[in-house]
Structures are given as C-alpha cells and as structure tokens.
C-alpha cells in the first residue's frame, strides 16, 4: 500500500492560506495559572482570520534590539470572529523573548502576527486519538479536545513541572487523561500506554530530542504506522528560536 493510498493519509488534508501579516492590539491578558498567559489579540485585520486545525501555528513577530523582528510560533488556541479576537496561550517556561514578552504583555500593545500559511486537518472521526505533549502543546491538546465529538476517545498524555498548571478540559470526547512531571516520565508513560489495535491517529509535540524518542517509540515499539501520526519538535532545548518539524504523513506548510 502506497502512502497516498492509505485511508490515513487521505485523512490528513492538507490546505494551503495566502500568507496575511496582521497588526493587532493586545486586548486582555489572563493568568490561567502559574505556568500559562492567555493573550488575546484583537483587530479590523482579523476579519477574515482563518484557522482550521489545531495543528495550525502563527508566527509572532516581536520587536528586538537587533532591528530584525523575532519570530516565534504559536498555536491559534481560539478565535472568536464576532469579537474579531484570537487567542494564544503562552507556556511561560522563563528563558525566552516570547515568554518574557507574554508575561508582561499588556491591554493596548501592538502586534503583528503572520499566517496561518496552512493546515494540517486531521480528521476527527479516527477510532480514537492520542494526543501528547509538553506544556507548549497544551494550547493544542485544549483546542483539539474541545473540538472533538461525544462518542470519540482521546488518550491525553502530558508533561507540565507543575501540578498547579494542571487543568479541566471542557470536552465532550471519551477522555483518558495522565499527567506526569519530566520528560523521562512522558517517555515511560508513551511507551507503557496501551494503544487500542484500532485504527487511531497520534498527535505528540513537545521538545525536539523528546520527539524524536517519542516518534521512533511510536513506531517500534507500538507499530504504530507512520502514515497515522504526526510528531512534532516545537522547541529545542538549549536553541533559541528553534523551528524544526519531524512530522508525518506530510510536510508542514
Ligand atoms: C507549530 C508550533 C506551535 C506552537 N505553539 C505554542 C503555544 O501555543 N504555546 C507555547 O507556549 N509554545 C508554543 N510553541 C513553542 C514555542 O514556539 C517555543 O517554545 C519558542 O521557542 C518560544 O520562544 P521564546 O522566545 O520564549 O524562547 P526561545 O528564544 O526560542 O528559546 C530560549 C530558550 O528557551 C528554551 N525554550 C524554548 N521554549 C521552551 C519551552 N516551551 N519550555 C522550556 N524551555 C523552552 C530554548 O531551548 C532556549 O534555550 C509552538 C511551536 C510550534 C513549532
């Protein structure tokens, strides 16, 4: 079976957006706990804001010393079209620009945002999901859960150093939710898990070198097929302003 013929993949629909960079104002900041900020971003230029997966990332652009602007991704973790509002949750992990900009981020400032320049839509419909990650997939792990239908099962496996930031999920999916403290933990727990030997999709992101245990995991021990997952690298350790995606059944766009 070719890649392109398997039911999975033909699942994973891939749409492509015209790149739009936006200015935005900060519109409200709440602290959803000691380890997260909520920003939300508002704007004429939001009108025709679209975000289709969860999976989905904009780049922050953030003024810097150096003249160049930062640029950072983050997961669109709602939109509100009446209101014209986005918004991002920040894991405030202390050692960068981005998360020292969200932890003083205030009503009024300006911003300016690119893209999504595409999505990655992963079907819901799959026998179950696995969804896991680090506090950076959070935001994304939230959205996709409340996205979900009743009647679907989501195995949630998280990483967060601090049971303060520990959270309820409003979601109507079938939820079998572990939270663990380190990475070695996350590991042990993905490799202990017992995935149904139904046909189910996984969705991990977290940091780099943790991805890539987490993927060849995935595969060998669990059999997972490569086609049904997409493992994603969305920090690395010790590298600022890293960007690198180890993901399958497709590219990020
Ligand atoms: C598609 C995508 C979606 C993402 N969505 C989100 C999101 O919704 N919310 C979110 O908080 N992050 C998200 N991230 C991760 C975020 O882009 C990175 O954590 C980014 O490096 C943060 O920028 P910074 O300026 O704070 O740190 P950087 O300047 O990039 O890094 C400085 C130092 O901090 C370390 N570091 C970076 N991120 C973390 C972290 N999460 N935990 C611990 N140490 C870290 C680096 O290793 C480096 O040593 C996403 C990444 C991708 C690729």
Known sequence: MTLLSSPSIRRVQRVRHDLRIRRLAVSRVQRISPGFAAVCFAGAELADFTSLSFDDHVKLMLPSAAGEPLRRDFTPRRFDAARQELTVEFALHGHGAAGAWATDAAPGQSVTIGGPRGSMVIAADHEWHLLAGDASALPAIHRRLEELGSGQRALVLVELADPAD????????????????????WLAALRELELPRTEGFVWCAGEARTMATARALLRSHHGHPPEAMRVSAYWKSGAPAFHEVLSEPAQQP
């Open 166 to 185: 520990e959270r309820r999920f409003d979601t109507a999916a079938q939820l079998e939710l572990q939270w663990v403290r380190n990475a070695q933990q």
